[in-house]
């Protein structure tokens, strides 16, 4: 499901040199959560994903929008969405 976005979520971990327990501690969000994100079994909500961004935005002294533009760049179905609405723009 998710596998495009877990990558980009393992990579910002590394970077932000975070282990799994480290983003349960400072977002509280349950193991279970964080597990199916890493793994690809599920998507954070909207809400989650710009909690996880701000996280990472602050350890790596980065732009929160930035990384919430960037990981929503690896959300499959947003990725669609976006070229549906370019497509639709175009056609008038």
Known sequence: MGTEFST???????????????????????HTSVF?????????KLPHLIALCEVFAKAQQR????????????????VHAEYRWKRSMANG
């Open 36 to 44: 199916r994100w890493v793994t690809g079994k599920h998507l954070p």
């Open 63 to 78: 732009s929160p929008r930035q990384l919430v533009f960037e990981a929503l760049m690896h959300v499959p179905e947003m």
């Open 8 to 30: 980009w979520l393992c990579m910002q971990m590394d970077k932000s040199k975070m282990t799994q327990e480290d983003l349960m501690d400072k977002t509280g969000y349950s």
